[in-house]
């Protein structure tokens, strides 16, 4: 079974501009959960998709940040315009059945300079 | 507001010796509990997850949880150097649809050989 696939690996930009994550969740799976780690920190839970309906997204900051998940496959994670804190590694991970865990994508490490 | 407590170490441990990590929670209604590992540069890995009250072994590791105590811990029996990462403690949301899951810190382990 292939995993949760993300890209791109690496991305650095320049405060105030815009980038956008994206990720392909394990084949069948309905849940979808991106999370942000910051260097030191654990990961924390940005939003969570069931199929293409948001069920939580109350820790993103949504001033600046969104995200889709078209069709309950693929998501898109945006930030728009990006502030130096945002640097972080954003893990994508998917479930279907939530209760025993799930797997984590290999992540995007941004650095916002 | 919901929290997740680890020692953040480093906890040194001799090669072959048992290795005892520690978390402990503030949200009483948490359901499910979760142990991950996460070299550096790496995302995390599930080792591990435990619902109920008592110990659960999986291997060279048991999973501990007392919820009266609101307390969870890891051990490692017979550490060996790839053991070596950083392990989060992750507390499982509790509540409709939500399911994301809320992390430590977590605590950096170090085995020498």
Not at chain 2, 11 to 23: D, K, M, Q, R, T
């Amino acid at each position: 079974e292939a995993g949760v696939a993300q890209s791109p690996r690496y991305k650095i930009i320049e405060k105030r501009q815009s980038v956008a994550f994206w990720c392909n969740p394990i084949s069948g799976h309905a849940t979808l959960y991106w999370y942000q780690q910051i260097l030191g920190q654990g990961p924390k839970l940005l939003i969570q998709f069931q199929n293409n309906g948001v069920v939580d997204d109350s820790q993103l900051p949504k001033d600046r940040f969104s995200a889709e998940r078209l069709k309950g496959v693929d998501s898109t994670l945006k930030i728009q315009p990006a502030k130096l804190e945002d640097s972080a590694v954003y893990l994508c991970a998917s479930s279907s059945f939530a209760t025993t865990g799930y797997t984590f994508g290999s992540g995007t490490r941004l650095t916002v300079v | 507001q919901k929290e997740v407590e680890q020692n953040s170490g480093p906890l040194s441990v001799p090669e072959g010796a048992i290795a005892s990590l520690n978390c402990t929670y503030s949200d009483r209604g948490s359901q499910s509990f979760f142990w991950y590992r996460q070299y550096s540069g790496k995302s995390p890995e599930l080792i591990m997850f435990i619902y109920s009250n008592g110990d659960k072994e999986d291997g060279r590791f048991t999973a501990q949880l007392n919820k009266a105590s609101q307390y969870v811990s890891l051990l490692i029996r017979d550490s060996q150097p790839s053991d070596s990462a950083t392990y989060l403690c992750a507390v499982r949301r509790s509540g409709g649809g939500a399911d994301g899951l809320t992390f430590g810190k977590g605590t950096h382990l170090i085995i020498q050989p």
